[in-house]
């Protein structure tokens, strides 16, 4: 018999937001799991067992989902069929369910339901179509508001440092921009509270049913970068130099500009403030140079920017396990000690790619015989 997960969602508040269907399911299946009691409508499913301990358990909401959805499979390969609730609907912001959904090990049902968004366009009074409205969530606001001018509905927020979080990742905020922060909307205590930037982490309390849009915002978050990327775009399309460049016709100008940031990072004076501004300068250069390099890949099909980012944050997480795992380093001959372990390790693997990679990079650097002096620890 095929192991089958029914997944209901218990709305977003109010009892009245439950599905028939969903009760349905409720007083048919047997075995039941709620992610959280911590919801008004976890009351209806009194004999579920909960996930709540988890998140006091385990290190990251990461960790936590994983735990969610070996617990739920295993109960349902042991008995046939389980229910699992999750407060609001299964298809928003429900990591535990999107994991459910790609496991092979089990058939899964969900049924739709109401979620927090209709409560919040009905308080806000918009349509969030016309209004051109995009839903974020608030752990990743820095990341996913980048570039974005609003409007935003951000989700998550459930605690006051979240909000804190939200705040300080803008910090070309003026601090005046009007925000709605949304609180346990259908319920008796509702709140619709206008403020701003600068207040929005200390007008209430902020829990799990909690919700704050921005209308608008002066600047998008981490905009520099965004513009910066359109900029080598533009040029690239429009600019009849920068069209007829190549990753080769480019290894002189990097090189360059990386013995310019060298340059200003000798004369850097740390009791002399205005030194910096040489190094901001190159710094910009090189990281132009960058942009350059991956908005030619990016117009070949080949790699964006954003896997640029993406390569290197991982291989520094990977390569740091004395703070994103178990391993422990004392000193930082410690830490040079298990990166170069790390490093031997990953070149072993790639096997004859180096080699190819190799042959790549002693090419190139005949572009100048001074390039040599630059050793890659990475």
């Known amino acids: 018999m095929t192991a089958r997960v029914v997944i209901v969602g218990l709305g977003p508040g109010p009892s009245n937001t439950v599905t028939q269907a969903t009760l ?61 609730a999750v407060p609001g609907s299964p298809l928003i912001l429900e990591s535990s369910v ?19 968004l209709d409560l919040a366009w009905e308080a806000l009074g918009i349509d969030p179509v016309n209004a051109g409205v995009r839903l974020i969530d608030g752990h990743r606001f820095a990341l996913e508001a980048s570039g974005e001018r609003g409007p935003l ?9 979240v909000l804190s979080d939200v705040k300080l ?14 609180h346990h909307l259908g319920l008796p205590d509702q709140r619709v509270e206008h403020t701003t930037w600068q207040e929005l982490d200390r007008v209430l309390p902020a829990d799990h049913l909690t919700t704050l849009y921005i209308p608008q915002m002066a600047e998008p ?16 399309e429009k ?8 990753h080769d016709s480019l290894i002189k100008h990097l090189i360059e500009e990386t ?76 830490v040079v000690l298990t990166w170069d372990e790390i490093k031997r390790a990953e070149k072993k693997s790639i096997g004859s790619a180096s080699a190819s990679a190799s042959a790549s990079a002693s090419a190139s650097a005949s572009a100048s015989a001074s390039a040599s002096a630059f050793t890659s620890t990475f």
């Not at 509905?153 to 440092?161: C, E, I, S």
Request: glycine residues 2%; hydrophobic residues 40%.
């Open 24 to 84: 349905d399911e409720i007083a048919r299946i047997d075995v039941q799991f709620v992610r959280t009691k911590r919801h008004p409508t976890s009351t209806l499913m009194p004999r579920a067992t909960s996930f709540d301990s988890l998140y006091d358990t385990l290190p990251t909401f990461d960790d936590v989902y994983h735990a969610i959805t070996e617990s739920v499979v295993a109960a349902a390969i042991e008995h046939g069929e389980v229910l699992y």
């Open 98 to 116: 999107a994991q459910l959904r790609t496991d092979s090990r089990v058939e899964v049902h969900i049924l739709p339901a109401l979620s927090f």
């Open 153 to 161: 509905l951000v989700a998550q927020v459930h605690a006051d440092w």
């Open 169 to 182: 990742s803008h910090e070309s905020a003026h601090g005046n921009e009007p925000v709605v922060l949304l």
């Open 221 to 236: 978050v981490a905009g520099e970068l965004a513009r910066l990327h359109q900029l080598a775009r533009t040029l690239r």
């Open 239 to 246: 600019c009849p130099w920068d069209r007829e460049q190549t």
């Open 259 to 334: 013995y310019e940031v060298v340059d200003a990072l000798n004369a850097l004076n740390e009791n002399d403030p205005s030194t910096d501004d040489a190094l901001i300068e190159e710094l910009g250069d090189l990281l132009y140079q960058v942009q350059f390099h991956a908005t030619i890949a990016e117009q070949q099909g080949r790699f964006s920017m954003a896997d640029v980012a993406r390569s290197i944050h991982d291989k520094l997480v990977r390569r740091h396990p004395h703070v994103f795992g178990d391993v422990v380093a004392t000193s930082a001959d410690d």
